[in-house]
Structures are given as C-alpha cells and as structure tokens.
C-alpha cells in the first residue's frame, strides 16, 4: 500500500498554505481518494469510484474534520473554483474527483539546472523522509523510510487505511451481520482515536516484527476487541 502523496514545493505559495485547517483538508482528501478503481455498494446500488475519486457524503467529510456540511460544501466550492476539484451529487452519496490526481502519484520528475554543476538534475518530488547525497550529476537517493522508521508514514498508512474501510458499504455490512447490536463505523473510529492512530498504536506495530500491515485484519480484529465496541442505541 502507497503510504505517500507527492507535493511540489510551490505549494507553499499556494492559498491554501495559509489556511491551516484547509491545508489539512486538503491533504485529508489527497490521502482519502482511491488510488486504484473500485466499486462501492451503498443502500442495493454499486457505483463506481475511479482513481482519484472518493464516494462519502457531506456529512461524513464534516464529522472526519469536526465541521459543519455547510464549512464542507463552501470549501468544495472554493476548490472547484481553483479546478482542483469536481463534485457529483449522487442518490444518497457525493462522489468527488481530485483534478490532475496523477500530479500527486505517479513518477514525476523535475530537470533543474544545477550551479557549479554539468548537466541536469532529476529529483523526485516531496518522497517522504529519506537520506540522500548529492553526486556529481544531481541526487542520488540512498535510503527511503518506511512506516517502521517514521510515525509520520504510519499515520498516513493508518488513517489512509481506516478511512477506506469505514466508507466500504460491502465490508460494514458484513462486519453488521457478524457483530449484531454494535455501531461498526463509531467502533472503527474509537479504535483509530484510542490506540491504532496514536504512537502506541505504532509500537505495537513496530513489535510484532511485521514488515507490510494487514490493515483489513488489524481493523476487524479492533470491531471485535471489547475495549473498542460501541453498541447501537435502541
């Protein structure tokens, strides 16, 4: 699983660099959308969800950010204006596409000239925390974190993964006929919020010695765990 997105450095000369709780909404939704196609099965109906998309309503994108739909809906707005975004208003859901997705994804690399230097160099854009040395020619990359070596790249593996099954209608829906009478979403949420997305939850993680995380195991397991449960209200 792709832990990371790519940013270009200019996005601190962006507009919403200067809003904290846009900036991290807007990364939430980078983070949130599918990087590979996949269907989504809400109340009987399949609906298609691309790359680059994300099927959740507008009310479920202002309980992830503590917000109300109309901050949601305004924000949306703001970023079609900026063709950053696109919304589509479907029976019971809002299916939105991150315009140019591919920008944040795939292998991009920019040719800089470099002083004092022959020839050009090619950097990959905004990897997460690696080492690197500078060669003769440009950078050469030496080592690349991964989640073991960084919170960071956990955190964004762990919510990334937990926001993904929590909009799976399949998934909830099986998870509702094995453990009858328990509020599965709020139950995924606690167990993010209380253990799986704090540096505890890492540790554990760090423990068992694993080296790729089984998140669909690891967020059934926490439905099942007792400390995690939250049962429907009658």
């Known amino acids: 699983m792709e832990g990371w997105i790519k940013l270009h450095r200019q996005i601190k000369d962006h507009w919403l660099w200067k809003s904290d709780n846009r900036f991290k909404w807007w990364i939430d939704i980078l983070l949130t959308v ?9 109340k009987g109906t399949l609906i298609e969800c691309k790359r680059g998309q994300s099927i959740r309503s507008l009310e ?7 917000v109300s739909k109309g901050a949601v809906r305004d924000f949306f707005k703001l970023l079609q204006s900026d063709e950053m975004l696109t919304t589509e208003s479907l029976q019971f859901t809002t299916r939105i596409t991150v315009c140019k997705y591919e920008d944040y994804q795939t292998e991009l690399h920019a040719e800089e000239t ?10 990959t854009l905004a990897l997460p925390k690696q080492e690197c040395k500078e060669g003769i020619e440009g950078i050469e990359i030496v080592n690349t974190n991964t989640w073991r070596e960084s919170f960071e790249i956990y955190l964004n593996e762990c919510k990334e993964s937990f926001v993904k099954f929590h909009s799976d209608e399949l998934k909830l829906e099986k998870q509702e006929r094995l453990n009858p009478n328990v509020d599965i979403k709020l139950t995924i949420e606690k167990a993010y919020d209380k253990f799986w997305g704090t540096e505890a939850g890492w540790k554990n993680k760090k423990d068992s010695k694993t080296k790729n995380i089984d998140w669909d195991s690891t967020i059934k397991n926490a439905i099942s765990f007792k400390s995690n449960i939250v049962y429907k209200q009658k």
Not at 114 to 123: F, H
């Open 34 to 42: 599918n990087h590979s196609e996949s269907k989504v099965l809400i």
């Open 60 to 66: 479920s994108w202002a309980k992830e950010w503590n």
């Open 114 to 123: 470099l002083k004092k230097r022959k020839g050009n160099a090619k950097e």
